[in-house]
């Protein structure tokens, strides 16, 4: 049996935050618990100014956070407003609580913004509910650091590896493969990066390519559509600074370096289309995307551990299954300019 279940309202606009009270009207919620971070505060006093509620931070410790909510529990749904970690949160709390969820990012940084997985930190994702409803107030996204913008563009363009890895699984392994999700999640890049020029000045078109992705991923009911090799790339990355302590950088970042290393191995084994991995590498520099480890502020060693390291973060089949990464992770990263 195949479940698909979407967000029942998504509303994209300048000002859309000020939607808030007709979206609960019409939604029937009441009462928000409203998770922001510090920097996004006065973004969730303007929900609670609209419909109340209360605004926990995500930024405080967890027992101070549980302090607060413990004061009223008769919450009727959560709101989460903030950047990627703090949505993750908040999707996470709904679920565990069984209430419904709000998404109003402030920055788009990476998909997650209307899916329903959760990344948990550590390179680990879990599965959630998708979000009753999302709210992208344009005028407030665009205003986020260029990095993030940045970084949600690296996301949106690893649908193009992700769907050829899912094609692989699908002929290799007989695997559970939608057309219509992968053609959406494909879409989604295909328009980001033929607008990459556009990007920062009409954010609209990177957020609803977004969402657009997260939908592909319900769809499908994994996330398949939206998350291959380069995503498992990227999870290796964040399993490695916890090992290590060093900084990682952000999701999307990760991910675009990513997709640049896992379309030069489709791209050479299908022996087809051997430019495309250049595109996307441009393209990423074009908005100002990291397209080496340098600039993604990651020692080369550990990129090198990370590719090797990459194909044994999940059961997952992917192109990297096809090459011998723990003898060639170097060669290969250098060959695609990862590295130097
Ligand atoms: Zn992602």
Redesign the pocket.
């Known amino acids: 049996m195949h479940k698909i279940e979407l967000p029942r309202k998504v509303i994209v606009g300048e000002g859309a935050i000020y939607e808030i009270k007709n979206v609960c009207n019409e939604l029937n919620l009441k009462s928000p618990l409203i998770f922001s971070g510090n920097f996004t505060k006065k973004f969730a006093d303007i929900v609670c100014s609209e419909v109340g509620g209360k605004v926990v931070s995500v930024d405080n410790e967890l027992n101070e956070i549980n302090a607060e909510i413990n004061k009223n529990l008769n919450f009727g749904f959560v709101c989460g407003v903030g950047g990627g970690s703090t949505i993750d949160k908040a999707k996470i709390y709904a679920f565990n609580n069984k209430l419904p969820f709000i998404s109003i990012p402030t920055a788009a940084s990476?998909?997650?913004i209307a899916s329903p997985y959760a990344s948990i930190g550590g390179g680990v994702s879990v599965k959630t509910n998708s979000p009753l409803a999302v709210i992208a107030d344009t005028t407030i996204i665009s205003n986020a650091p260029k990095n993030l913008t940045a970084s949600g563009f690296g996301?949106a363009v690893?649908n193009f590896t992700a769907v050829l890895d899912w094609k692989l699984a699908r002929d290799e392994k007989k695997e559970y493969f939608g057309d219509y999700a992968a053609s959406l999640s494909n879409m989604s890049a295909e328009i980001v990066l033929q607008n990459s020029d556009k990007i920062f000045s009409d954010i609209s078109i990177l957020v609803e390519a977004l969402i657009s992705s997260s939908v592909a991923m319900a769809i499908a009911g994994s996330s398949r559509p939206?998350?291959g090799s380069e995503?498992l790339f990227s999870h290796a990355l964040d399993m490695l600074s916890e090992k290590y302590k060093f900084k990682q950088a952000l999701?999307?970042e990760q991910?675009g370096v990513g997709t640049i290393i896992s379309s030069y191995l489709h791209e050479i084994y299908s022996h087809k289309n051997k430019e495309g991995w250049k595109k996307i590498r441009g393209a990423l520099k074009d908005v100002g995307a990291p397209v080496n480890a340098k600039e993604l502020g990651i020692d080369e060693k550990y990129v090198i551990e990370a590719l090797k390291f990459a194909p044994k973060v999940r059961n997952r089949y992917t192109i990297f299954n096809k090459f011998n990464l723990e003898r060639d992770a170097e060669k290969i990263l250098k060959e695609c300019k990862v590295i130097e």
């Open positions: 990476h998909d997650g996301d690893s939206s998350s995503h999701h999307g991910c």
